[in-house]
């Protein structure tokens, strides 16, 4: 009969019937922290297992790091990712980013960009993720690859689209992908330059603090580089280069326009969110956020856009920006929702992140792309 009325839930624990512990009379001991004399980890530990032996290895090889030791620390990781247990997920990724980032330093960076894809493709969470994401993009610019640094920047932006710094870093790089591109005609594969009577040919100057960044509503008289010769010969080459070289220069000048297009919208998001973070910052930061924002308006004056061409701008990169969306952005919780889940949060390709974000901005210069079509078919 006990048995039926025995409530679920209703037994008790066995520390109910346990003795509690006897105070002691008089001031409670002192607390003495644990010192650590410097470079504790080279000491040999009596009685250590094998987990804490791999973390005295690994701060070993974080010290060798410190110290431009690099190939110390590159055999003090790999020791330790020998020797790890497949279980102990945690110190693995810290030591394969050791790895990737002491191979970036050694200029093995593709062997780096490897490892940090692998870690991007086991990350279970938004806070791994953003950190291999940060790997890769400290990576990129050694292999001297602009697209990969723009792709890794706008997986980064696609996961946190309120961080104006990632932003103002992606129209650098766009700007430096539109020189990129008019060094590529300029120099083609194989063939260092053009010359002709001991001039050599040149393109539309590079965008810099001496020359304004050339817009569609900017656009030279003559986007195509000539060469002026006196003999038949050079004249004929000439005509037979031209006609070859047209399509392709057509194509670079139009890339390296839509680069420094896609920049100028970088950089006004970039200030949009500055703005509306402002008013809750205070001391360095402040001063920091006023000072990009001045950084901002001096790159825009060389832009040479018509007023209502940014205020157009402005309002398709300012159209998700709202109070509330950024201050749950700001104190968004890390999300765990494992490694298949989290490539939904990315974008998939470059084509799918500027389609969503400057799409509208493209469509606007439709007309004046069309008009630079006929410009240099005139031209060549």
């Known amino acids: ?10 037994e ?20 003495r922290a644990k010192l650590c004399e410097p470079q504790w980890f080279y000491e040999e530990t009596e009685g250590s297992d094998d987990v804490e032996a791999l973390t005295l290895q690994k701060f070993r090889g974080d010290l060798a790091y410190r110290r431009q030791e690099y190939q110390k620390a590159l055999q ?29 330093r050694l200029g093995r960076h593709a062997e780096a960009l490897a490892i940090a894809a692998d870690l991007e493709m086991k990350a279970s969470n938004t806070d791994h993720l953003t950190t291999v994401l940060c790997l890769q993009l400290a990576i990129c610019p050694g292999l001297q690859n602009v697209e990969n640094t723009i792709f890794c920047l706008q997986k980064l932006i696609s996961l946190h689209p309120f961080n104006p710094w990632n932003w103002g870093r992606l129209a650098e790089a766009y700007l430096t992908l539109g020189p990129a591109l008019s060094a590529s005609f300029a120099s083609p594969p194989g063939q260092s330059h053009f010359t002709s009577s001991d ?38 080459e000439e005509s037979t280069l031209s006609e070859v070289q047209a399509p392709e220069a057509e194509r670079t000048a139009v890339g390296s326009l839509e680069a420094q297009t896609k920049a100028c919208a970088s950089l006004v998001r970039a200030r949009l969110l500055l703005q509306l973070t402002q008013s809750q910052q205070t001391s360095f930061a402040l001063e920091r956020n006023l000072r990009t924002q001045q950084e901002i308006e001096d790159k825009m004056k060389g832009f040479n856009f018509k007023e209502g061409t940014l205020l157009l701008i402005a309002e398709v990169m300012g159209e998700d920006i709202v109070p509330e969306k950024i201050k749950d952005e700001v104190h968004s919780e890390v999300k765990c929702v494992g490694a298949a889940a989290l490539t939904s949060l990315v974008i998939a390709s470059s084509k799918e ?4 974000w400057f799409r509208k901005i493209k469509d606007h210069f439709c007309s004046f792309e069309n008009r630079f079509h006929a410009q240099i078919q005139i031209s060549a």
Not at 80 to 85: A, C, G, T
Not at 353 to 356: A, G, I, N, V
Request: with cysteine.
């Open 12 to 31: 008790f624990e066995d520390s109910v019937f346990e003795e509690r512990p006897e105070r002691r009379p008089g001031p409670p001991a002192s607390y």
């Open 353 to 356: 992140f500027e389609d969503k």
């Open 76 to 104: 003090e990781y790999a020791s330790i990712s020998e020797k790890l247990p497949p279980t102990n997920f945690a110190m693995k990724r810290d030591v394969l980013e050791g790895q990737a980032r002491v191979l970036a």
């Open 199 to 236: 001039k050599t040919v040149d393109s539309c100057p590079h965008p810099g603090k001496d020359h304004p960044l050339c817009f569609p509503e900017t656009l030279p008289e003559n986007s195509v580089c000539s060469v002026d010769t006196g003999s038949s010969d050079s004249q004929t």
């Open 1 to 10: 009969m006990e048995s039926e009325c025995w409530v679920l839930g209703g």
